[in-house]
């Protein structure tokens, strides 16, 4: 008799999920023949030697451009390896780094030029960490070019999510420049950002867009068939053999173009969160149920992520209104919202906000489709005023999901609503 455990499933599907983590870089670039055409060109000069030419790379989200970022660098990184043992006492030298500026910066804010540049240190020196706070700017920097200047040969730096770096000038325009301008003189610099946000190039200064740019990248959304056979070729390595057919593997694909533009990380979610699915409910191999449930939890969770990506000021409306739908009180008025996120934000500890402030984030919350707002005309008697409920896209549930994610201290905070509303005037006593 073998071993039996509750964590056991009847069926395993997944046979090796590391394959489907956001660390995990592709053992090949499928379907972007073109575009990797471009980006190796791009890195030529760094193989022969050559001084390293800048490169911007955009696209929307999921469509492979960290994926073959990683993939490229560590082919270079291998490729001058393997020329450097050929070639002894002509030996090139080439190092990249890489950091994402969407980890160093807050859930609704820009990392600054200095959390770049700690980041950048700390990622050369290979652990040895300094702190992000406790140094005067320029002494960051002059850290970091003495790293780089110490390291010598060829530097990619390669700027992840680089639009979440905020007044992106100093470090986007000195690094490139570092050499001209003296800040060292050993190491070639080439700088690599990265960008799903289409506005962050016409926003750059045009010094900074032209270095920066001096090679552009654009990575297409996806075609159906593509995602198809991306994600083939990931089910074959990562899940066990007949425990998926064609007819899921389209199903994720056209899921994947139909609502997230084209994704490769959408299809792969859908594919992994199916084969979850398929195992707790003990059948092989996956269905297409299998999949209307998992785009049913990942729209669920993408939703409690971009409630948990707002502000403070306006996840505690929303969970005032949530609160009050609960109670079966919406839609309701400005008065009684105002009233029970203001107990709200003082058991968080945050100073609340007027009605007035707290309104403007109120219209906010209608307009990012949050919340859904009606206006109400009582006449001479009751004056105009608006109403708000969750919208149809958001549920109480999460809301309460959001709010536990951010960690805040409200989930035991009692509200009297009733209370309240008489309070604020809209219940008779
Ligand atoms: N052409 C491809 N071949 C194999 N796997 C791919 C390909 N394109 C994307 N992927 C996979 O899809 C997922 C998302 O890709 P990636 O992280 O590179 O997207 P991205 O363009 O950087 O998106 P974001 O802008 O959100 O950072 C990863 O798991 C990646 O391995
Ligand atoms: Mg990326």
Not at 62 to 82: F, H, M, N, P, R
Not at 195 to 206: A, E, G, H, V
């Amino acid at each position: 008799m073998g071993s039996s455990s509750i964590f056991e499933d009847d069926v395993e599907i997944i046979r090796n999920a590391d394959l489907f983590t956001e660390e995990h870089t592709p053992a090949e670039i499928l379907c972007r023949d073109d575009v990797m055409q471009d980006y190796v060109n791009a890195l030529k000069p760094v193989y022969k030697g050559r001084p390293p030419r800048n490169a911007f790379l955009y696209g929307d989200t999921g469509v492979g451009k960290t994926a073959a970022t990683k993939y490229l660098l560590q082919e270079l990184d291998a490729d001058i390896d393997s020329r450097n043992d050929d070639s002894p006492g002509d030996e090139r030298g080439f190092t990249y780094v890489r950091v994402n500026c969407q980890n160093l910066a807050p859930a609704d804010g820009t990392a600054s030029s200095y959390q770049v540049a700690i980041a950048l240190v700390n990622e050369l020196r290979d652990g040895e960490t300094v702190s992000s706070t406790g140094y005067a700017a320029r002494e960051v920097y002059e850290m970091l070019y003495d790293e780089l200047d110490d390291i010598g040969g060829t530097v990619l730096i390669v700027l992840d999510e680089v639009d979440r770096v905020g007044e992106s000038d100093t470090l986007l325009y000195d690094l490139p420049r570092a050499r001209d301008i003296g800040y060292v003189e050993n190491t070639r610099i080439g700088l690599i950002g990265i960008s799903n946000d289409y506005t962050f190039r016409s926003n750059l200064s045009p010094k900074v867009r032209d270095t920066l740019c001096e090679t552009e990248i654009k990575f297409p959304a996806y075609t159906a068939a593509e995602l198809e056979e991306i994600i083939e070729a990931r089910a074959e390595r990562a899940l066990h053999p007949d425990t998926y057919g064609k007819e899921v593997l389209s199903l994720c694909a056209a899921l994947a173009v139909r609502n997230s533009s084209g994704s490769a990380r959408r299809a792969m979610d859908l594919l992994k969160q199916a084969a979850e699915h398929a195992e707790n409910e003990g059948h092989v191999p996956i269905e297409p149920d299998d999949v209307y449930a998992a785009k049913e939890e990942l729209d669920y969770g993408d939703m409690v992520e971009s409630v948990a990506d707002q502000d403070q000021h306006k996840q505690l409306i929303l969970l005032a209104v949530a609160r009050l739908d609960a109670d079966g009180r919406t839609p309701v008025r400005t008065k009684a919202i105002h009233a029970a996120y203001r107990r709200l934000a003082q058991a968080a500890g945050d100073d609340p906000l007027s009605q007035r402030g707290m309104y403007n984030h109120l219209t906010r919350l209608d307009m990012l489709g949050f919340l859904h707002s009606y206006q109400n005309n009582e006449g001479l008697r009751g004056g105009q005023y608006n109403t708000y409920e969750l919208s149809e896209a958001l549920t109480v549930a999460q809301v309460r999901d959001a709010i536990a994610e951010s960690e805040l201290p409200l989930e035991d905070v009692s509200l009297d609503i009733d209370r309240i509303l008489r309070d604020a005037g809209l219940l008779e006593s």
